[in-house]
């Protein structure tokens, strides 16, 4: 009887001590999902701040009712649109912080997509790296490495992360929404060079190796096929556009959570 009780007991001290040793992994576990919390936070916040600084120092609203006006001698040169972007960018102060600036991103029907555009020697440097090129998992938007900096190719393609905190291109899935496209189908890219107002033509859900990534050696009528099987995908309800062989086209791309996949709106230069 006596042996009996010593093995309950002994059996209850290590039920015990395995107790305590999960109880222990469990903490070590929160401890660490908690710091690793707090390190995405800290990112978050880090590249949220420096984005509202830049914007802060280099974005006016254009008042309602004033006008920009080009000179015609420009607006021919550059292709530049000749029509009130609704806001100005001082790229000045933009390209004494980094000189790969390419332009300025602004979605109308989202006006919190408003940030600078760069262009890296390859499709990785800004992935993870923010305007001031600061480590951090935001990135910057950034277009491909193979395109003309002065989006003149045919198909431009932007690259945006999509941010649990909505920003950089959280957002951009909000034209999956027809409310959304019916507040504006208007993007701009605004340059040194001139402001370029582009109309939204379509919105899917892309492959990564889709055909959708497809780079035009120039203009020609395969353009014209592209567009319009990329606005045969569209989840948009609106009038269809009609295409030209020298139209230029502006993708922006985004992640979608799954690898295999990317969310993408393109747009098509309106002269």
Same mark, same amino acid.
């Given at each position: 009887?006596?042996?009996?009780?010593?093995?309950?007991?002994?059996?209850?001290?290590?039920?015990?001590?395995?107790?305590?040793?999960?109880?222990? &992994?469990?903490?070590?576990?929160?401890?660490?999902?908690?710091?690793?919390?707090?390190?995405?936070?800290?990112?978050?916040?880090?590249?949220?701040?420096?984005?509202?600084?830049?914007?802060?120092?280099?974005?006016?609203?254009?008042?309602?009712?004033?006008?920009?006006?080009?000179?015609?001698?420009?607006?021919?040169?550059?292709?530049?649109?000749?029509?009130?972007?609704?806001?100005?960018?001082? &790229?000045?102060?933009?390209?004494?912080?980094?000189?790969?600036?390419?332009?300025?991103?602004?979605?109308?029907?989202?006006?919190?997509?408003?940030?600078?555009?760069?262009?890296?020697?390859?499709?990785?440097?800004?992935?993870?790296?923010?305007?001031?090129?600061?480590?951090?998992?935001?990135?910057?938007?950034?277009?491909?490495?193979?395109?003309?900096?002065?989006?003149?190719?045919? %198909?431009?393609?932007?690259?945006?992360?999509?941010?649990? %905190?909505?920003?950089? &291109?959280?957002?951009?899935?909000? &034209?999956?929404?027809?409310?959304?496209?019916?507040?504006?189908?208007?993007?701009?890219?605004?340059?040194?060079?001139?402001?370029?107002?582009?109309?939204?033509?379509?919105?899917?859900?892309?492959?990564?190796?889709?055909?959708?990534?497809?780079?035009?050696?120039?203009?020609?009528?395969?353009?014209?096929?592209?567009?319009?099987?990329?606005?045969?995908?569209?989840?948009?309800?609106?009038?269809?556009?009609?295409?030209?062989?020298?139209?230029?086209?502006?993708?922006?791309?985004?992640?979608?959570?799954?690898?295999?996949?990317?969310?993408?709106?393109?747009?098509?230069?309106?002269?």
């Amino acid at each position: 009887m006596a042996r009996n009780i010593k093995i309950k007991e002994k059996s209850h001290a290590v039920s015990n001590g395995i107790t305590v040793l999960v109880l222990i &992994f469990a903490i070590a576990v929160c401890v660490i999902a908690a710091g690793n919390l707090y390190q995405i936070y800290g990112q978050y916040k880090a590249g949220s701040d420096e984005y509202d600084r830049i914007q802060n120092m280099v974005v006016t609203e254009r008042a309602a009712g004033t006008e920009k006006k080009p000179e015609i001698k420009e607006v021919q040169e550059t292709g530049a649109v000749a029509l009130d972007a609704p806001i100005e960018i001082d &790229f000045e102060s933009l390209q004494e912080i980094n000189n790969d600036i390419v332009g300025w991103l602004y979605v109308d029907a989202i006006p919190s997509i408003s940030y600078p555009v760069v262009q890296g020697e390859d499709n990785e440097y800004y992935l993870h790296r923010t305007f001031e090129k600061a480590d951090n998992f935001a990135g910057t938007v950034f277009i491909d490495c193979k395109n003309n900096k002065d989006l003149s190719s045919c %198909n431009t393609i932007v690259y945006g992360h999509n941010m649990k %905190n909505g920003t950089m &291109f959280g957002k951009l899935k909000q &034209f999956k929404e027809e409310s959304t496209i019916q507040k504006s189908p208007y993007i701009w890219m605004l340059t040194p060079e001139g402001d370029y107002r582009y109309e939204i033509f379509t919105a899917y859900t892309a492959e990564v190796d889709s055909d959708t990534y497809t780079l035009f050696k120039g203009p020609g009528e395969e353009l014209v096929k592209y567009a319009e099987k990329m606005q045969s995908y569209s989840s948009l309800v609106r009038t269809p556009l009609t295409f030209d062989v020298h139209d230029r086209i502006l993708t922006l791309s985004t992640c979608t959570g799954d690898d295999t996949t990317r969310y993408v709106v393109q747009a098509v230069y309106q002269e």
